[in-house]
Each structure stands twice: as C-alpha cells, then as structure tokens.
C-alpha cells in the first residue's frame, strides 16, 4: 500500500496561484501519480497526471494552460501548481497513485485525505 500526504492548499483570490504537494512512502514499486478534485453533489473529476519518470503529463482540459504536474521520482513526489485560479477550481484536491489507466478513469490504488483549495471572486 502507498501512502500519500498532500499538502499546499487554502484560499486564495481569483488570478492567484497555489502549489500543491503530494508525497508517496509505504511500499512503493511501479506507479504513477495524479490529481482529482470534488465538488459537494458532483463526481469526482481528474484534474492531471504524470508518469513519475516525468516523461508524460495529461491535464483536463479545464486546467490546460494553468496547472503545471510535475513529478520528483527521486522524493516520490508529485506536486501541482495552480496558476491563474478561478473560482471554479474550488474544490477538495485528492492525490492519487495507480497505474495510469487507472488514474484516467478514477480508480487508482491509492487516494490521499484531500486538501481544499477555495478561491475567491
């Protein structure tokens, strides 16, 4: 089982930007890592991905263009940092490792506790 501790989130003014911080310990082999976020009564969405290699990045096209993923295999960390936010990007912030299909469709073999992001109008 991998274990993931997030860290980075709060609340910040519309345009700001935050950087969230995710890292893997446990019994680690062969994973990569990613982003989902919630919304009270919506499901929860992927946000981006990586291979922990870094050699490849996916992002939903709601966050293309603001959000950087980024992985430090050497740490077993990811982190996401969230420029230009926008109140919509509101929400709990979940890292998640698995492999990647899993990561595309919301099933990944481990979540972490979630951190809130508000961002404010």
């Known amino acids: 089982q991998v274990q993931l501790v997030e860290s980075g989130g709060g609340l910040v003014q519309a345009g700001g930007s935050l950087r969230l911080s995710c890292a893997a310990s446990g019994i680690i082999s062969s994973y990569e890592m990613g982003w989902f976020r919630q919304v009270p009564g919506k499901d929860r969405e992927f946000v981006a991905a990586?291979?922990?290699?870094?050699?490849?990045?996916y992002y939903a096209d709601s966050v293309k263009g603001r959000f950087t993923i980024t992985a430090d295999s050497a740490k077993n960390t990811v982190y996401l940092q969230m420029n230009t936010l926008k109140p919509e990007d509101t929400a709990v912030y979940y890292c998640a490792a698995g492999r990647l299909r899993t990561l595309f469709i919301g099933t990944p073999g481990s979540w972490g506790q979630g951190t809130q992001v508000t961002v404010t109008s």
């Open positions: 990586v291979t922990m290699s870094g050699a490849s990045t």
